[in-house]
């Protein structure tokens, strides 16, 4: 786009030179003239229902015109429809329909402007409603078709106005794709030049969009099935009843026919300036492919395009030499077919050389109205005066009409008016107005005065001088000093009075005059030439070819006119620069790091100024990487030949020659001066420019000697120094700069004392740096008074007012001149203390800890300083309660800035307060104010200050404590809320009681049993009530006990309890002595000698009985025990046996509580035993037995 911009540039300037030249001739809105049509709506108004209807109709005359308006050839009274107005001084029309309906108006519109000199016309103004109809409401069957035939699908859109824009979409709004098998016709049909099994799907949708009222309607889906013929066989019966089925015979290949259009030809007419669109779709298989040619001639190059896969042929702004025969042309491998589409060109009427112009004639003069147009068939052309046919207008002896000319001769005052020419056949009409305005006015020159005109050296210049007069008047041009008029070579005098210079050349450059005459009078003007160096690349950047992922570096120096401000735009393949921070652009440069390959192309540089541009090319090549040994990476080699150019005063153009870089990319390049004359032998960076560049352009500061030197950094570090460059020296200037941060305060309270920040030795720009340090009062008509100081940076001012106001200024000079006009900065002299304290000080008691303090503040004049705050000093003088004792404690507040309030927060309630205030400055604290009191109120008490638990039992426990150390007013009792807590920390009900204010000690009785209560006690006061205290207690079960030892001794329901427990431990005894007794009498021994397993046998998990034992089961020890070798067995005092239960007749119970002992005599040994029980606990069942046995 960039590139058709420039591509036109001359285009546009040659049609600005003819613009020039044949421009009609305006009339000066300040002399009388008839109207003229400035502004009207198009012919074709088609308005929106939803917003008002708006036909313009604006023109201009001397004096201003009236407007009307007829509809449909009759008057259309605006002032007769509320809905409708006016605009004032235009003759718009705004019809507001919200008011009205908008069919009430549609029809043919047309303004008349009229004035006393002549009526223009507008054209007629169709005005049409905006129409989106509904589509009609159709059901679909699904449409079952053969692999490989044709198909279309309808879209038959509702018509619209204007008509809608078709396309096909799915059910997630995608556009269908199409492609040279699939395509969109023209009237909006979805044609297939053969189908496929994926063209199966049940969304195929035709969406209009109706452009005027902004909405999309939707036809209802239609449903493809694409089979082959098996599956159409096997499917026919699920699609008998609601499908339609298409083509069941099998399909083969087969040459294109035309779907459309129809047959072997057909015509088409286009009228000339549209656009002509014809379209040849195809059917085959396989898909045919259609090409264009024109049976007559060529097709129009530029005019012509191809879509919708070269069905469409499409050719805009059609001319006559577009007439012809068209031939489309459908082949493929099994053929080919033919249409030819004969198009004829209409043309609705044009003009020939232009719309007629408008007549300004003197009396006596004569002049010329044209209105020549042509069209196909040839137009007709009518004439009108004034708005009505020029037949019925009032004869007129100057004036003759001859077909499309109106001749007039020897014109006089009266023969003023507008003519429309109406030119008209079947296609369409022109209808223009031209005034015909008989004045006599001397020559006036519209061309500003005094303008200046650049152009470049070597280009065409223009200078216009365009003027008004009747007679018209006539142009002379003179240069400098009017030595002679300009009518020969190198000068053009154009008719319009312009003056062209065909080359430009600097010894043109003046002051040029151009003079209007005519019979009336002179008038001249003067207007200037200058002209320019032109633009030029004189470093064009040259092709590249780069490694992938290193950098690239395109120059682009440029040489142009000091007073032209060049602008440089780079392009890659004529299209801007991708948004990518690898592309750098600088004034004279482009650097693209980290190369890829698609950044391979044409790059393009592009240098414009206002009056002309330049540019160059270069191709950038990307190749892969060489790669190197990873071992052979290293720092740069210092750059070499370092050269200064292009030397100014501030300013040198540094280039060099980069070093090796060692495998690694050199990523930028820093420079670094030396200053010999200030600080030899330091080196400063100065700046820093990419890797990719060889050229920096320094900006130097005068009266430095510079040298200079480049270091390369890459990513393993940084280069040695280059080689130092030949010294530089700038000569020296006045300071470009004063000194920063200007103040101006005082230390003692009579004196100035200003400071600056002193410039640096580089700052200076010169020897001989000191500063004028300028100081006045700050007030009307006072005078500067001016000191110099050299080598210091600040200054005293003595014996000034306290506190008063002075502007101050400091001046760099050195020996070459001074430096800018310093800024103003506004200081004050020393401060003292404030002579006066706050007036007028009061205190409001906003609640019990909080007052808000108000007072008139210290005149600004009497602080004597900047106002840094208010300070209060409080202090409470005594509580108001008896309890509390005094405190005189001063406190101080502060509140920074110019304060006549505050607030004084963290008071003690019930309290009686003194307090004053006083302002302050730098300098200390002023006089204070009077002292004022106030009180607080009653306020919320402190917790009390002990809680302690007495004399606790199993339902009762006492609460003793003492009253709030702050009491903040009058207790007027206490609050004790309590609740259990029982061993999981879960909170029992809470209890809540109201004691009186001179208890300090409660008793509460009837308490249930709880391992720990929970206690809350807080004070009141006619405030509320205060924070409370709370305790949490623990009842020792041992203490509550003791406590009420006696008691339950002697209760009734103790003693049965005891005898109860008594008789059921003697029950227990009896049934344990009968078991065993029972269980003495069974017989073992038998068995016991008869077993010869030595073994321990277990219980039978069967019968619940004991199993039988060894001989020798009693000579075995225990486990765990320890037999000595006497073989008997002595068991250790923590061992358990058969034998303890055996010397003893008492029964013995498990943990368990399971019933074990001995069912047999006491022995004197364990030899001798006759019946031992087994170490297994007795089975339910035996013990049972053992029961009966015994009874």
């Known amino acids: 786009m960039m590139m058709m911009e420039l591509r036109h540039l001359d285009a546009a300037l040659l049609v600005l030179i003819l613009g020039h030249l044949s421009s009609a001739l305006e009339v000066p809105l300040d002399l009388p003239q008839p109207p003229t049509i400035t502004h009207q709506s198009p012919k074709e108004y088609i308005m929106d229902p939803r917003e008002n209807i708006i036909i313009h109709c604006d023109a201009k005359g001397k004096p201003h015109p009236s407007f009307s308006w007829t509809r449909n050839g009759t008057h259309f009274d605006v002032e007769q429809d509320p809905s409708v107005m006016m605009r004032p001084h235009s003759g718009t029309l705004v019809v507001d329909l919200s008011r009205a309906r908008p069919e009430n108006f549609e029809g043919v519109f047309q303004c008349t402007a009229r004035n006393k000199y002549g009526s223009a016309v507008s054209n007629n103004i169709v005005v049409r409603q905006s129409k989106s109809p509904l589509w009609s409401k159709e059901k679909f069957k699904p449409i079952v078709v053969q692999e490989g035939v044709s198909l279309v699908l309808p879209c038959r859109p509702p018509a619209g106005l204007p008509p809608p824009i078709i396309f096909w979409m799915d059910n997630n709004f995608q556009k269908l794709p199409q492609s040279k098998r699939v395509s969109q016709s023209l009237n909006g049909d979805l044609y297939f030049s053969n189908v496929r099994r994926e063209d199966s799907r049940n969304d195929y949708i035709c969406y209009a969009r109706f452009t005027h009222t902004q909405t999309i309607q939707q036809k209802q889906p239609i449903t493809v099935k694409v089979l082959n013929l098996d599956a159409i066989n096997d499917t026919m019966a699920d699609y008998y009843n609601d499908t339609e089925l298409l083509n069941e015979a099998p399909v083969d290949e087969r040459k294109p026919t035309f779907l459309i259009p129809s047959g072997h030809s057909s015509a088409k007419m286009v009228l000339r300036g549209h656009v002509l669109e014809m379209e040849c779709i195809a059917e085959g298989l396989p898909t045919p492919e259609v090409s264009w040619t024109k049976v007559s001639g060529d097709l129009p190059g530029r005019r012509a395009s191809f879509l919708h896969f070269n069905k469409t042929l499409r050719i805009v702004n059609v001319s006559e030499s577009d007439a012809g025969d068209y031939r489309c042309t459908a082949r493929n491998q099994l053929g080919s077919a033919q ?70 001769t020897d014109v006089q005052a009266d023969s003023s008016a507008v003519y429309q020419c109406n030119i008209s056949n079947p296609y369409g ?46 142009i002379t041009w003179f240069k400098d000093s009017r030595a ?119 790059y393009k540089c592009i240098v414009n100024t206002t009056l002309d541009h330049d540019l160059a090319t270069a191709e950038l090549t990307v190749v892969e990487p060489t790669p190197a040994p990873a071992d052979l990476h290293g720092r740069p080699d210092p750059p070499t030949d370092l050269e200064l150019t292009d030397q100014k005063k501030r300013s040198v153009q540094l280039t060099w020659i980069p070093g090796e870089e060692h495998n690694s990319p050199i990523e930028e390049f820093v420079i670094q001066y030396e200053d010999s004359l200030h600080r030899r032998g330091h080196w400063h960076d100065l700046a820093r420019v990419p890797g990719t560049k060889t050229t920096a352009h320094l900006k130097l500061s005068p009266h430095v000697y510079y040298t200079f030197r480049v270091l390369a950094r890459n990513a393993v570090g940084l280069s040695e120094p280059s080689s130092p460059s030949r010294m530089y020296k700038t000569d020296p200037a006045a300071p470009d700069q004063n000194p920063k941060d200007v103040r101006g305060s005082g230390t003692e309270h009579n004196n100035l004392v200003i400071t600056w920040q002193p410039l640096s030795g580089l700052q200076s720009n010169g020897p001989g740096l000191h500063y004028k340090v300028s100081w006045r009062p700050k007030r009307p008509g ?52 404030p002579v006066s304290a706050p007036t007028n000080v009061r205190a409001t008691v906003v609640n019990s800890t909080l007052a808000e303090l108000h007072w008139d503040p210290v005149p600004l004049h009497l602080i004597r300083g900047h106002v840094q705050g208010y300070k209060v000093y409080y202090w409470r003088r005594h509580n108001l309660h008896k309890h509390n004792p005094d405190h005189m404690e001063k406190r101080i507040l502060t509140f920074s800035g110019n304060h006549s309030h505050g607030m004084l927060p963290g008071l003690h309630p019930f309290s009686h307060y003194s307090f004053n205030v006083r302002v ?120 509550a006990v003791t406590s009420r030892q006696v008691d339950i001794a002697t209760q009734g329901w103790f003693i049965g309890l005891m005898c109860a427990i008594a008789l059921l431990i003697l029950v227990l005894l009896i049934i344990c002595f009968i078991q065993r007794n029972k269980g003495g009498k069974y017989p073992v021994k038998e068995k016991e000698d008869a077993h010869t397993d030595p073994e321990f046998q277990p219980m039978k998990d069967d019968d619940c009985t004991f199993v039988e034992y060894s001989d020798n089961e009693d000579h075995k020890p225990l486990k765990g025990s320890r037999t000595p070798s006497n073989g008997t067995v002595k068991r250790d005092d923590s061992d358990d046996s058969l034998v303890d239960y055996g010397e003893g007749g008492d029964g013995q119970f498990n943990e368990d509580g399971s019933f074990i002992g001995q069912y047999s005599g006491k022995s004197s040994s364990r030899d001798n035993a006759e019946g031992q029980e087994s170490s297994g606990a007795p089975s339910p069942i035996n013990a049972m037995n053992s029961l009966n046995s015994f009874v």
């Open 339 to 408: 249409h030819t589409i004969s198009v004829t060109v209409k043309a609705a009427p044009y003009w020939i050389s232009g719309p007629p112009k408008n007549l300004v004639l003197a009396p006596g003069e004569s002049g010329v109205l044209t209105c020549r147009a042509s069209g196909t068939p040839k137009p007709s052309i009518m004439w009108s005066r004034n708005g009505g046919p020029i037949e019925n207008s009032p004869k007129d002896i100057s004036r003759k009409v001859e077909d499309d000319t109106i001749i007039f």
């Open 429 to 474: 009409y022109l209808l223009s107005n031209a005034f015909v305005n008989v004045l006599s006015e001397p020559p006036r020159v519209l061309t500003p005065a005094n303008k200046l005109y650049q152009v470049i050296e070597n280009r065409p210049a223009l200078m216009d001088c365009s003027s008004f007069g009747s007679p018209i008047p006539k």
């Open 484 to 602: 002679s008029t300009l009518d020969g070579d190198p000068y053009i005098l154009h008719d319009n009075g312009t003056l062209e210079i065909q080359v430009a050349q600097p010894q043109h450059k003046g002051k040029y005059t151009c003079v209007a005459t005519n019979m009336l009078g002179i008038y001249e003007n003067h207007v200037y030439l200058e002209t320019k160096e032109p633009t030029r690349i004189i470093k064009q950047p040259d092709d590249k070819v780069v490694q992938r992922g290193r950098s690239v570096l395109f120059e682009c120096r440029v040489k142009h006119d000091k007073d032209l401000l060049p602008s440089v735009i780079w392009l890659k393949d004529d299209e801007e620069l991708p948004d990518d921070e690898r592309f750098i652009v600088e004034f004279d440069s482009l650097s693209i790091t980290d190369v890829s390959e698609r950044d391979a192309g044409t």
């Open 782 to 833: 006072s005078d500067w008074t001016t000191v110099t100081v050299a080598n210091n940076s600040r200054f005293t001012v003595s014996g000034t007012p306290t506190f008063s106001p002075y502007e101050i200024k400091v001046q760099a000079v050195n020996d070459h001149g001074d430096g800018p006009e310093p800024a103003v900065a506004l200081g004050y002299s020393g401060e003292d203390l």
């Open 920 to 1039: 302050f400055n730098k300098k200390g604290d002023g006089p204070r104010s009077t002292t004022q009191q106030f009180k607080t109120p009653e306020g919320e008490p402190g917790p009390p200050v002990s809680l302690s638990v007495t004399d606790p039992s199993l339902d009762s426990l006492t609460l003793a404590w003492s009253p709030p150390h702050e009491h903040n007013g009058h207790i007027t009792g206490y609050d004790l809320k309590y609740q259990p807590v029982n061993n999981s920390n879960e909170l029992g009900p809470e209890e809540e009681l109201a004691l009186a204010a001179n208890e300090t000690s409660v008793t509460l009785k009837n308490l249930k049993y709880s391992p720990r209560y929970r206690f809350y006690l807080n004070a009141r006061t006619s405030a509320g009530a205060g924070p409370a205290f709370s305790l949490e207690h623990a009842v020792k079960l041992e203490e």
